[in-house]
């Protein structure tokens, strides 16, 4: 695979070996955990926080008095932790109510899942609609990843559920007793875990800070590792697709050649050996082509992500592009280059750093393999991190 394809092309520092890594033999070499906008990271020590939930308990039972708005929001954030008991503010007083409907938020562990698949299983197990779950963003597929997910639901339905995840994952043996009666699943092999419940606000895109990432170098030396603090801030491989083609559709649908873009995701397709979504982007072509659809009506017909997938990687391709220009030598770390905008309500343009950052970057050994530690600011990529750090165009397996 020729990295140079989508103009990934320099280094910031370091010298390359022209040699490639492969990473992700195993998904367990690649964790991700998000890191929100107060800089803490997604962890999963327990369902709910005991300690916090008797403390939210004792709180509702001797509601205060006379806050201000500041104080008021304090107070809620103290709350968040005892679901059977909702507190509003009517005329600057607390008011009371019993129920456990409200909105949550958790940490989703999920392990060789794609985010859409995560919360699409969660869906179904739940009886909520897919479109009522909020992120802040998506995360790697062949890796074990936390983030925060929110969606307005009952307490009880969503703590059951975590018992009955946690039980199919995990050797667990006790876990508190809060009405594990009242709602029963049938969860098969589901890969994913709850942890963390508490009331929270609503998620925007984006809203994360930044990500935490443990990796795996299988047969690698802790001293062929560079001790990197910056990198070229390249969209990475993932943003092109497998055969590194999404950019071509996405310049094809912005010179307005919907022929062009269809050819191309239709010939992409047409291997049986691809992904079951794939398969079904090919049938979905086949089958209105034969119904005499335009191609600009086919386009059109795809999905909301599918169609951003494809104008976002030409944005990005531009963007790579563009970079290459740059001295990095004499670079200000704060330079932001523009994405290109174009006449396409996914294509609006913006900014984007030319240089990242690597902080928190720590190597251990592990036998023959070396562990690699970083935090990087949202929508970097963790492999163009890696690239500056070892020297080699990083793959996955």
């Given at each position: 695979m020729d990295?140079?394809?989508v103009e990934i092309c320099k280094f910031y520092k370091t010298r390359p070996k022209?040699?490639?890594l492969y990473i992700k033999r195993e998904p367990s070499d690649f964790i991700v955990q998000e890191i929100d906008s107060d800089g803490?990271?997604?962890?999963?020590?327990?369902?709910i926080d005991e300690e916090k939930f008797y403390e939210s308990k004792n709180l509702i039972e001797n509601l205060p008095t006379k806050l201000d708005k500041?104080?008021?929001?304090?107070?809620?954030?103290?709350?968040?932790?005892?679901?059977?008991?909702?507190?509003?503010?009517?005329?600057?007083?607390?008011?009371?109510?019993?129920?456990?409907?409200?909105?949550?938020?958790?940490?989703?562990?999920?392990?060789n899942l794609t985010t859409n698949d995560a919360i699409g299983k969660l869906s179904s197990l739940l009886g909520i609609s897919y479109k009522n779950f909020q992120v802040s963003g998506n995360k790697d597929?062949?890796?074990?990843?936390?983030?925060t997910v929110g969606v307005k639901v009952e307490f009880e339905k969503l703590y059951c559920l975590s018992v009955e995840l946690l039980k199919k994952m995990s050797d667990v043996k006790e876990?508190?007793?809060?009405?594990?009666?009242?709602?029963?699943?049938?969860?098969?092999?589901?890969?994913?875990?709850?942890?963390?419940i508490r009331k929270g606000n609503y998620i925007k895109m984006g809203s994360h800070s930044g990500n935490k990432f443990t990796i795996t170098l299988k047969n690698t030396k802790i001293e062929e590792l560079h001790d990197s603090n910056f990198f070229i801030n390249y969209f990475g491989l993932q943003r092109f697709g497998k055969s590194l083609n999404n950019h071509n559709v996405g310049q094809a649908v912005i010179k307005k050649d919907f022929e062009k873009a269809i050819?191309?995701?239709?010939?992409?397709?047409?291997?049986?050996?691809?992904?079951?979504?794939?398969?079904?982007?090919?049938?979905f072509i086949d089958y209105y082509r034969k119904k005499g659809k335009s191609s600009k009506w086919i386009f059109l017909k795809m999905n909301r992500d599918s169609q951003m997938l494809y104008l976002h990687a030409y944005q990005s391709f531009i963007f790579n592009k563009q970079i290459n220009d740059i001295d990095f030598m004499q670079i200000n770390h704060n330079l932001e280059v523009d994405l290109v905008s174009a006449d396409h309500k996914f294509c609006k343009g913006g900014k984007r750093l030319a240089v990242e950052e690597i902080k928190e970057l720590k190597f251990y050994p592990d036998e023959e393999d070396v562990v690699v530690e970083f935090i990087l600011n949202k929508s970097a990529y963790a492999t163009m991190a890696l690239r500056e750090i070892t020297g080699c165009e990083i793959l996955d397996y």
């Open positions: 990295c140079s394809s022209h040699s490639v803490n990271p997604c962890l999963c020590d327990g369902l500041s104080e008021r929001n304090e107070f809620y954030k103290k709350v968040a932790y005892y679901p059977f008991v909702k507190i509003t503010t009517v005329e600057n007083q607390f008011k009371k109510e019993q129920t456990s409907y409200d909105f949550y938020i958790f940490t989703l562990k999920k392990i597929k062949r890796a074990i990843t936390y983030q876990v508190n007793d809060f009405c594990l009666n009242k709602h029963k699943f049938e969860v098969t092999d589901c890969n994913i875990e709850i942890y963390n050819d191309i995701i239709f010939d992409e397709n047409n291997n049986s050996q691809q992904e079951m979504f794939l398969s079904k982007t090919h049938r």
